[in-house]
């Protein structure tokens, strides 16, 4: 296991670039601890943990800001949150040992690592096509018809893939959100997601702990480090060149995956 100030360093890295960003919070913490020799299930569970409660504040003040759309937590959550817990379930009683379930954890991993830096990399086309307002469309009729059902089955996605890599409730959640919710401003989108995040990954990482997947030490550690160094990040994201770091992240997120599901 790493030592105590490699753990707080993690943090403070990972942490740092969450606040610059807004996003990356497992999708770097994960892959950077197995770097480290953390066995992988051990990373995604104590990872998931580590998001929900780092996620916290900024939810808290998505809420001071009126920026959460309940109604649309709650749709994204009735698929969610039962497919996350079906998912542990699975892996509990069908493969027991964790070295029977690693190579399913490593492909969702890799496949979500090259999900979201994609999105990271798509992210600006996605939002020109979202502030035109594309009302009219064939898709935006069906999508509109049903947007409980494409809500709920878009959370029973990242139900089951949160809950297999720690990767994937903010970048990808935010994409898909905007194609859905395309009358919501940005910052709606962002608030609702981060709100769905701390939901979800707090319901996977309880999930994992039963499992014995979380390691208290590492958890403190990395929360140590990664609080202090989001507040700082997030004050001086307005200060960084936001179409300089957001494809330099997605480049790096699409050649970690590379390495997760071919090596």
């Known amino acids: 296991m790493p030592a105590a100030y490699s753990l707080i360093l993690a943090g403070v890295l990972v942490g ?3 606040g610059l960003t ?3 919070g497992g999708s770097l913490m994960t892959p950077l601890l197995t770097l480290m020799g953390v066995p992988l299930q051990t990373a ?7 998001a929900s409660i780092s996620k916290c504040g900024g939810a808290l003040v998505h809420h001071q800001k009126r920026n959460i759309r309940w109604k649309v937590v709650a749709w994204v959550t009735a698929g969610s949150l039962p497919a996350s817990l079906l998912t542990v379930w699975v892996l509990k009683h069908e493969f027991g040992d964790a070295n029977h379930y690693k190579h399913v954890l490593t492909t969702a991993l890799g496949f979500m690592l090259m999900v979201t830096g994609c999105s990271l990399l798509l992210r600006k086309r996605l939002q020109k ?3 035109a307002n594309p009302l009219q469309s064939p898709f ?13 089955l ?4 990242l139900g089951v893939l949160v809950t297999l890599s720690s990767v994937g409730a903010g970048a990808f959640g935010v994409v898909v959100l905007l194609s859905l919710f395309p009358r919501l401003t940005t910052i709606q989108i962002i608030g609702t997601d981060v709100t769905h995040a701390v ?3 707090l319901i996977a990482g309880l999930g ?4 014995g997947n979380v390691d208290g030490h590492m958890l403190l550690m990395l929360l140590i480090g990664g609080l202090p160094a989001i507040w700082v990040g997030t004050h001086l994201s307005s200060r960084m060149p936001d179409h300089i770091i957001r494809p330099i992240l997605g480049l790096t997120l699409v050649l970690l995956s590379v390495k997760f599901v071919f090596y």
Do not use: E, N, P, Q
Request: hydrophobic share 50%; glycine share 10%; charged share 15%.
């Open 16 to 18: 740092f670039c969450v």
């Open 22 to 24: 807004g996003v990356g």
């Open 44 to 50: 995604i569970g104590t990872d998931l943990l580590y």
């Open 129 to 131: 096509l979202h502030d």
């Open 140 to 152: 935006r009729r069906v999508v509109d018809k049903h947007t409980f059902l494409f809500t709920a």
């Open 154 to 157: 878009m959370g029973v996605a």
């Open 199 to 201: 939901l979800l990954t």
């Open 208 to 211: 994992h702990l039963s499992m």
